[in-house]
């Protein structure tokens, strides 16, 4: 959730600081800070609010710093204010720590250090960290010939080892200057090795800027970094050899391209990102193909059921992947909610196949779901946009979505990216266990030929008429949203949007449902978005939706061009191309995504840092 950095080098420590920090606020944007080491005076300087805020405030310092650690909070222990901000100190103000994830035993060991005459500061878990550092310190016999480097080291192992939870830590300390020591147990943490320069963050878009090559730090190893000295060892003392690689993706690019927010931007890439995810993985009408899959098709063959689990955004595409597969496939599939998922006592058999989509592949609840199933010997396949995540490199196999970097908290591209490759692996599944044959799949694939043109036309000619659908709704106090079969998921999707970016509360129900309880919610202030594109449900979908305006329900509906069924019924009708079926979602969220774009704009909110959310939510 948080977002980490921390960088040792020739450069304008502050200056680099920053400018992550500008590209990790994403992660969470409630306070902000940084500490260096002036010298070998450790200077630490925090705010609540956003980034610039901090900025201004480090205009009044000159630091000759060559080690810094910065971060960027979404509060989980204490309010977010500026004494709550990382980085925390010990009592002698000589060690800093930025962190991310929960100590779980916090109340002990707050009581603890109490009782030995620490001051805790803060309402934060991450304060501890410092204390214990300090205790450590000064229990280490420091001799001659035991370098202070080592006396570090040893005194941050010493206090992680009393620590229960997850944590990505980095640290200073006066004692070590142009030295910074990171660690991980079940967040991530990647370590950049530049010329001369080394830098630590939880993210790899912070990192990239400074260097491609990197080493993924695991959980329960330690680094210990300096301009000239990269050392990695593990929680037991051990020293390992650096597993690097070179990281070949496109970077975040800092400017909005010319949008207003990052999340118009990032929805009006949707169809070059389609374009280019299938001219990969099918060149042409070729059979899809996943070459990154590690998964052996022998080992695809076998299963006889599978359960997709997922939160949010990447749950409701698992719902579209259930639909599919047991269309195409005609194997049982499941698709849960990861927090539930994780909870229950799920039935996990050897012949099932768990998907875990993610596109941060760092989502608390959907890892531990995917490691409950490979503790049951169950095999596990990703579906993850973020190369290097925990997701990705814990799975036995994993597919890229390839919706490159996502900024936006709210997921749109991600989404798309995240249907297209179910639905192309499904016909993959298909072909490889002899359900689907070629002449099917070519069939099949024929309908994606103008796929990202139709987006692209959805967008284009929506724009302007969302806009007045977004002025005339925007007091709302309440939205629902409709669908049925493969749409389902849409509206649910179509919901959460608007919900989590306008804070108008909206709810997305399965149009069959609806007649069951929430039809008592219509009344004449109620806009009630109905997704009925000229499918196979059309009939029923449109018989629900006449029960919605028999009951004064103000309509929005999202159809098939050159439907005129609602013309006089609908106060607002959102077109798109006739497509293959099960391709429609992929059309039918664009002008929901952009209504809930446009709601958010109009009332003045932060789009891209909606309040309480962060991108990626590695607490449960
Ligand atoms: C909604 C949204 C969230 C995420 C959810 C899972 O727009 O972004 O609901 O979809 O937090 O995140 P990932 O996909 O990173 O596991």
Redesign the pocket.
């Known amino acids: 959730m948080c977002g980490i950095f921390a960088y040792a080098g020739p450069r304008d420590v502050v200056e680099v600081l920053l400018t992550a920090l500008k590209r990790l606020q994403y992660r969470g944007y409630d306070s902000c800070g940084i500490a260096v080491l002036d010298g070998d005076e450790l200077m630490v300087v925090k705010e609540a609010g956003p980034i610039d805020r901090l900025e201004k405030r480090l205009t009044q310092y000159t630091f000759q710093a060559r080690a810094g650690i910065a971060h960027t909070r979404w509060a989980t222990h204490g309010q977010p204010t500026t004494v709550n901000a990382h980085p925390h100190t010990d009592c002698s103000g000589t060690v800093a720590v930025v962190h991310n994830g929960v100590i779980e035993n916090y109340r002990e060991l707050s009581q603890r250090l109490t009782e030995r005459g620490h001051i805790l500061r803060s309402q934060t878990d991450t304060e501890l960290i410092a204390h214990l550092i300090e205790e450590a310190l000064s229990e280490q016999s420091r001799t001659e010939d035991v370098p202070n480097e080592q006396v570090f080291l040893q005194s941050v192992r010493q206090a992680l080892s009393q620590i229960s939870g997850t944590y990505a830590i980095a640290c200073l300390w006066e004692g070590a200057p142009g030295l910074m020591i990171g660690a991980r147990h079940g967040c991530p943490l990647i370590v950049g090795a530049g010329e001369q320069e080394v830098c630590l963050s939880s993210d790899l878009n912070a990192v990239l800027p400074i260097t491609r090559k990197v080493h993924i730090l695991n959980d329960d190893e330690l680094v210990l970094l300096s301009e000239k000295n990269l050392i990695i060892v593990s929680v037991t003392g051990q020293e390992l050899s650096p597993r690097f690689q070179v990281i070949d993706w496109q970077l975040v690019q800092e400017d909005r391209a010319g949008f207003p927010t990052f999340m118009l931007k990032e929805i009006y890439e949707q169809p070059d990102r389609i374009e280019e995810i299938l001219s990969q993985r099918c060149r042409g009408e070729q059979i899809p193909f996943f070459e990154e899959l590690t998964l052996r098709p022998s080992e695809l063959i076998g299963f006889r059921r599978i359960i997709i689990e997922?939160?949010?955004?990447?749950w409701h595409a698992g719902i579209y992947g259930k639909y599919l597969l047991e269309k195409y496939l005609r194997l049982p599939t499941e698709a849960e909610i990861a927090s539930e998922f994780r909870y229950r006592q799920p039935v996990l058999e050897q012949d099932t196949l768990v998907i875990a989509?993610?596109?941060?592949?760092?989502?608390a609840d959907?890892l531990a779901g995917l490691r409950q199933a490979k503790s049951r010997f169950v095999r596990v396949l990703g579906f993850c946009n973020v190369p290097g995540s925990t997701l990705s490199r814990e799975s036995d196999g994993t597919i890229f979505l390839l919706a490159g970097p996502e900024v936006g908290?709210?997921?749109t591209k991600?989404y798309t990216a995240q249907l297209i490759h179910l639905f192309l692996f499904t016909l993959y599944l298909g072909r490889l266990r002899w359900i689907l044959d070629e002449d099917q799949i070519r069939s099949i694939l024929s309908s994606l030929s103008g796929l990202p043109e139709k987006m692209r036309v959805v967008l284009e000619s929506h724009d302007p008429i969302v806009r007045d659908c977004a002025r005339r709704f925007q007091n709302a106090r309440h939205f629902l949203y409709l669908a049925r079969g493969i749409n389902y998921p849409t509206a649910l999707e179509g919901a959460?949007?608007l919900k989590?970016i306008s804070y108008i509360h909206a709810s997305g129900y399965a149009a069959g449902e609806f007649k069951h309880g929430p039809i008592a919610l219509v009344d004449k202030d109620c806009p009630v978005v109905c997704i009925a594109p000229t499918d196979s449900v059309y009939e029923k979908t449109f018989s629900n939706i006449e029960e919605v305006r028999a009951r004064g329900g103000r309509l929005i509906v999202v159809t098939t061009e050159g439907n005129s069924d609602f013309d006089q019924m609908a106060e607002f009708v959102f077109t798109i191309p006739p497509i293959f079926e099960d391709l429609t979602p992929l059309l039918t969220v664009l002008p929901l995504q952009l209504l809930a774009h446009h709601i958010a704009s109009l009332k003045g909110l932060d789009v891209d840092k909606p309040r309480n959310l962060a991108?990626?939510?590695t607490v449960e």
């Not at 997922?310 to 990447?314: I, K």
């Not at 989509?357 to 989502?363: K, M, P």
């Open positions: 997922a939160a949010g955004t990447s989509i993610s596109q941060s592949g760092e989502t959907t908290v709210a997921s991600a959460l949007k989590e991108k990626s939510v």
